[in-house]
């Protein structure tokens, strides 16, 4: 499923209600279902999924990184922004204080509404976050127990994700996470960076 311009007419991203698209939660999720159903590349997966999402929430950057099986570092594949993304991005991500191993090794997800504290290194910051971002969101992605990749979300609004969280992640995450890991095992591609 692919959104097309004309989808996209008379698109606020601004929504009016509450700031925060939580009149809009089943409609989502049921979109975001459908992705997951129709498309099998978590790349596209990740930009349709960025692009269906930006629709109910005020977010600015997007970032997903993939760990395969026999990875011990994540690597960043692909990020989304308001005004441009990168689908076939590769860059290994760092380890030392890093923001997104402490979450992979939690294994839950990340919520800040002060990101003037952001506690991760400096690529991570300049991957996730705007100059402008008042909140942001790292969510692990599951599949056979074992996380497979990071989400990633951050927003010009403060709070922003207390309602996607709630509203839409928990919902769709499972799937994600099964599509990521059927594709990692499937694919003859090695996850590494050069």
Known sequence: MRLSGSDMKGHDRRRKSDGLGTSRPAHL????????ASVDDPREVFFEFSRILEQGFPIRKGLLALRGKNETRFLAVASWGTEKGRRNLSL???TVSSLFE???EDGRGYVDNSAVLFDGNQIERRLLLAEDTQSFVLRPVKYDGCIVALLGYSSDRADAFAAL???VLNQVME???ELIGKH????TVALTAP
């Open 29 to 36: 999720v049921r979109h975001l279902r459908e992705l997951l």
């Open 92 to 94: 290994r991500l760092p």
């Open 102 to 104: 402490k979450v992979a």
């Open 165 to 167: 969280e709630e509203s």
């Open 175 to 177: 799937s994600f996470g």
């Open 184 to 187: 990692l095992a499937n694919t």
